[in-house]
């Protein structure tokens, strides 16, 4: 078959776009398009200057007989304004107040097209980083976790409050929640994890950092480190917050539950 350059452009952009982060040599596209190097070159500067303007992301060339490029999700400041000040508009609505400051939010992380965005902005803040897997804890940070574990190109791990006969032997940690203080317990299957994995730890709500400070203690035991750590909603009205280094994207501040009133800050 002969391809077209229009054809190539857009097979190639479709094929970079759900392979992130990984390394495609030349040959590979030379081989797929029966073309010369020297034009998948010229192709791959044409969806380099694209991918910029646009705000898609970024292609890195790697030189030499083992090179060739990765596509790196990146997404441009001027986008992610108008998409989280929305997102505060609605996180604000005074019907998602529920008792002890917490939010709801079932509707937000079950929106796929919502949590494609915020799984861009993550894989963004991250791209760099070695990631070998994103983490997040049953339930509700699952379709966020999934979505950036999407545009990160890595394996999402599922830590859970309860053991299930189909994920085999478990380690399992008693942590203090940074609320409540009460002692709980949470576990992750030992097949679903690597030893010396760097680890993206991702969650939908964060009032003191507890549940993520388990999580981070729970990494320990398999000899993992944490990459970072993401959230979606992060409480402000907290005074022992127990992590300080991480990235959340909305803010909620002026919390008054018996006036189910808070407002929602632009955070990321």
Not at 65 to 74: C, E, I, R
Not at 220 to 233: H, K, N, P, R
Request: glycine fraction near 6%; proline fraction near 3%.
């Amino acid at each position: 078959m002969s391809w077209k350059r229009s054809e190539r452009l857009i097979d190639m952009t479709n094929y970079l776009l759900n392979h992130p982060r990984d390394l495609i040599s030349l040959t590979f596209f030379s081989e797929r398009y029966q073309a010369a190097k020297s034009s998948i070159s010229e192709d791959l500067t044409i969806l380099k200057e694209i991918f910029a303007l646009q705000g898609i992301g970024k292609l890195v060339t790697i030189p030499g007989a083992s090179g060739g490029v990765k596509y790196y999700v990146k997404v441009k400041q001027d986008l992610v304004k108008p998409f989280v000040a929305d997102l505060c508009q609605l996180i604000a609505e005074p019907d998602r107040l529920l008792p002890g400051g917490y939010l709801y939010l079932a509707d937000i992380v079950g929106n796929p097209m919502i949590m494609d965005q915020v799984g861009r902005m993550f894989a963004s803040k991250f791209c760099d980083e070695p990631i070998d897997a994103v983490m997040t804890v049953a339930t509700k940070g699952i379709p966020l976790a999934y979505a950036t574990a999407r545009f990160l190109n890595v394996p999402v791990v599922i830590v859970r409050k309860d053991a299930k006969i189909t994920e085999g032997s478990t380690v399992s940690i008693n942590y203090v929640t940074g609320s409540s203080k009460r002692i709980q317990t949470m576990l992750l299957a030992k097949k679903s994890l690597k030893e010396g994995s760097r680890v993206l730890i991702v969650d939908d709500f964060m009032k003191a950092g507890g549940t993520i400070r388990g999580m981070i203690s729970l990494l320990d035991e398999f000899q993992a480190s944490y990459a970072g750590i993401a959230v979606l909603v992060e409480s402000e009205e907290v005074e022992d917050r127990l992590v300080d280094q991480y990235i959340s994207i909305v803010k909620l501040s002026n919390v008054d539950v018996q006036e189910k009133r808070a407002s929602s800050l632009f955070n990321i």
